[in-house]
């Protein structure tokens, strides 16, 4: 069964620095790949997603994703973060085969001045 | 605005008492879902729904029962068969089935049982 794998439970970083948050998938049939961010006390919204063509996903805010399906891995970066990037990340893979959405256990990014 | 409501957002129980969490919305998906959010396990899904009058069992439904009368409501009971009911509870939904679609979510509903 697909399974998915946020190793890094918690990352700090200072304020204007990189981050990679990284996600890891176990199966590398056909999938469609998410990141979501959730605030404080509220629901998840869609960050990026890649469904197909080009592996390098953008969202509106900054943050990229590569899809690299020989790693299967979907590794999420920021080149310099800001305070209100502070939030828990969550992966979440789609398996097309189980038409099953599963999501990772989260990251939380904490950015500190 | 289109969106997901959840009522209400913070909810206190005594044990052994049921809970009706609301879940409306008024984008006009097909699709709705429960999941229940605790700290360091993500999400995981109690119920779903693809159409009105139909819905199957997630991964983590017992305790708990919905029903989907119309397309815009999908709402929850966690019932006193739940047995570690306090939790973040938050009900989402696609245009299609989760598999292929993003799904929209509500701000959540969380519920303590004293």
């Known amino acids: 069964a697909q399974s998915v794998t946020q190793l890094d439970s918690q990352v700090p970083v200072f304020e204007e620095a990189p981050v990679e948050l990284r996600c890891n998938y176990s199966s590398s049939v056909s999938v469609y790949l998410f990141w979501y961010v959730q605030y404080p006390n509220q629901g998840l919204q869609l960050l990026l997603k890649?469904?197909?063509?080009?592996?390098l996903v953008e969202s509106i805010n900054g943050f990229e994703a590569e899809f690299n399906k020989s790693q299967t891995s979907f590794h999420l970066r920021k080149p310099s973060v800001h305070i209100s990037d502070t939030a828990e990340y969550f992966c979440a893979v789609s398996d097309l085969s189980t038409d099953k959405l599963i999501f990772g256990t989260g990251t939380r990014l904490q950015v500190f001045p | 605005d289109g969106g997901i409501t959840q009522s209400p957002k913070y909810l206190f129980r005594k044990e052994g008492q049921n809970v009706t969490l609301s879940c409306e919305q008024n984008l006009n998906h097909d699709a709705m879902y429960w999941y229940r959010q605790d700290p360091g396990q993500g999400l995981r899904l109690i119920y779903y729904s693809q159409i009105v009058n139909d819905f199957q069992k997630g991964d983590i439904a017992e305790g708990y029962s919905v029903s989907r009368e119309k397309k815009e409501s999908f709402p929850l009971t966690v019932t006193s068969a739940q047995k570690n009911p306090t939790a973040f509870y938050l009900c989402a939904s696609s245009t299609q089935d989760r598999g292929s679609g993003e799904l929209f979510f509500g701000e959540g509903s969380r519920l303590t049982v004293l």
């Open positions: 890649y469904l197909s063509g080009s592996t």
